[in-house]
């Protein structure tokens, strides 16, 4: 098997970076279209963990053919992945503030436009389809490198996500991680079926070796996502969703919201208390 | 006749002599029968079942094109053109990636297995996702060449295939150009325009039947339906008086459509369409009857060109 000439970045301080995204993602709440904040918190953490030491990426080279792929199938979290890709240097953090204006790269969903983005998302359901055609490329190929999915629990409503993941299992694809988002809301509510047990046993039950952990525990993270994987592997990340900004947590309403500047200050205020 | 290989079997065969040639092409299976005992047996490394699961399949395939790779992905008409439309929409056609998504079972060409498996809409959806070429071959020897020419095609294919066995058109040493529809028979007082292999085989009936009465049918096989070799349509908008499309497929949105869209721009002139308007009725029917009680037949063809001729 060849090796991805690839290193993981090393980022000192996931943490750190972790909050760099939240704030980044805050910001970008402002513009005129607001953003879909709430997921893009609970996964503030899991991104940073990716971005700052297990992804094998160069900022530099992003499109280089040896790299491990990242696929933001909960694509609606884009506002994470911009924040953590800006920051990480694939493009300029001051490109952050047009999102969603006029002109702007920055859709609401992951555009292919965007250095950093394997692959454009946004419609629930088809990311894993993806990133196994991605894993069975690098399986051909002989590589080692890995593809990692992050799917949201409510997305995990969408049947093609079961598709895939038996077909995964079937095939034992490996180099193939899926991560699911587990912050248990949707827009309506509750995800009726989004306990992490419940959603880990279903992943398992396709024939992934599947692992629960806690999403904001970056020691955790970091063992639970490293590679390599020898077959598919799951790892359900019990999250909160609005993580970080108290009047957020654990509500709905956070999914999609415009933040005003008292509510900016006040969500920046919280966040920086609860560091 | 029946000694004719079918679509699925020529293009298997095509298939093949492209793996062997190619490193990068994959055969990939819905659990649809045909591929794994040839060319999966071939080219295990290339070579993966999905199993009944068609969106999985295309989604994958948009992964693996992303990479580089490009796969032919195999599936029936309905499940890989309508069932997996969003995937092939945003997961293929989107980004421009080299997936060619081939589909059996097109139009009524399922014949006794009843409506669930009749797709006449497959064309008109896929004809409005902009950059994806698709492909009507109408017989087995003109669905080798298609699929030999793909390997150098740049973008995503659909390429639309029967079920059954049907009768040669073109000679082994045909050449066929995508994007360049091929005029089958001479005869400018109509042209009529078909795709697939039934409504080829039933214009080439018509434009003899018509003959003998002294009308001049011409027949463009327009095996590429997307993009529309538009040369040709207008070429024969301008020198019949009146142009008639045939398709296995609704008359909404296919080739029919195609056609009176473009004449309408360039070259106005009367266009007669003849295809699946409804659903055929009456039961059981093959392909060809199935066809027939829609009006696509060499008979209904002629009656209905020769009436269109006279109300000229």
């Known amino acids: ?275 | 006749m029946s000694a004719a290989p079918s679509q699925k079997d020529a293009h298997i065969a095509a298939l093949g002599a492209v793996m062997a040639g190619r490193d990068d092409v994959w055969c990939l299976d819905s659990d649809v029968g045909g591929y794994r005992t040839t060319l999966g047996e071939r080219f295990p490394d290339r070579y993966r079942d999905f199993g009944i699961a068609e969106a999985t399949m295309i989604g994958a395939a948009g992964g693996l094109a992303a990479t580089g790779q490009m796969p032919f992905a195999h599936s029936l008409a309905g499940f890989a053109a309508v069932r997996a439309f969003e995937q092939l929409k945003l997961d293929v056609v989107a980004p421009g990636l080299p997936v060619r998504v081939v589909a059996t079972h097109s139009g009524l060409s399922a014949g006794h297995y009843g409506s669930s498996h009749h797709v006449c809409e497959d064309v008109a959806a896929l004809r409005a996702l902009p950059g994806l070429t698709v492909l009507t071959p109408a017989d087995a020897v003109s669905t080798g060449l298609l699929v030999a020419a793909l390997v150098d095609h740049p973008g995503p294919a659909y390429l639309r295939l029967g079920r059954k066995a049907v009768p040669s058109v073109y000679p082994r040493d045909a050449v066929l150009r995508i994007g360049e529809a091929v005029r089958l028979a001479p005869g400018d007082d109509v042209t009529v325009l078909a795709s697939g292999p039934v409504p080829v085989q039933v214009a080439l009936a018509a434009h003899r039947a018509l003959a003998a009465d002294g009308v001049g049918a011409g027949v463009l096989d327009v095996h590429t339906v997307a993009p529309l070799d538009t040369a040709a349509v207008v070429d024969a908008a301008v020198r019949s008086r009146l142009l008639v499309t045939v398709e296995d497929h609704s008359t909404v949105g296919g080739l029919g459509s195609a056609v009176a869209e473009t004449v309408a721009e360039l070259a106005p002139c009367r266009v007669v369409r003849a295809g699946v308007a409804s659903p055929p009725a009456g039961g059981v029917g093959g392909h060809e009857e199935l066809l027939s009680r829609v009006g696509v037949s060499a008979a209904s063809l002629a009656t209905t060109i020769r009436g269109a001729l006279a109300r000229r």
């Not at chain 1, 704030?23 to 953003?35: N, S, T, W």
């Not at chain 1, 991605?134 to 051909?140: E, S, T």
């Open chain 1, 1 to 275: 098997m060849s090796r991805s000439h690839l290193a993981p970045p090393t980022c000192p301080d996931t943490v750190a970076l972790a909050a760099a995204v939240r704030e980044q993602v805050l910001q970008m709440a402002c513009g005129p279209e607001g953003a879909h904040v709430g997921g893009a918190l609970s996964s503030a953490d899991i991104l940073a963990c990716l971005y700052g030491g297990i992804l094998r990426v160069d900022p530099r080279a992003p499109a280089a053919p040896d790299r491990d792929r990242f696929v933001l199938s909960k694509g609606h979290a884009a506002v994470g992945l911009y924040a953590v890709l800006a920051l990480r240097g694939f493009f300029p953090v001051a490109e952050l503030a047009g999102f969603g204006r006029d002109g702007s790269r920055l859709t609401g969903h992951p555009p292919w436009e965007l250095p950093g983005v394997d692959f454009a998302t946004g419609s629930l359901g088809h990311g894993l389809a993806v990133g196994l055609g991605f894993a069975l490329a690098a399986q051909r190929a002989g590589t080692d490198q890995r593809t990692v999915v992050l799917l949201g629990d409510g997305e995990q409503q969408e049947g093609s996500v079961w598709e895939a993941a038996a077909a995964a299992g079937r095939m034992a694809s490996p180099g193939l991680l899926a991560i699911t988002d587990c912050n248990g809301l949707q827009i309506n509510g509750t995800v009726p079926d989004g306990d992490a047990d419940r959603i880990a046993a279903r992943w398992a039950a396709c024939g992934w070796r599947t692992e629960i952990v806690d999403g904001h525990d970056h020691a955790a993270l970091r063992e639970a996502l490293r590679g390599p994987d020898a077959g598919p592997r799951a790892v359900v990340a019990r999250t909160v969703k609005g993580k970080g900004v108290r009047f957020m947590q654990g509500q709905a309403r956070s999914h999609h919201v415009r933040l005003t500047e008292a509510l900016h200050s006040r969500a920046l205020r919280q966040l920086t208390a609860g560091r």
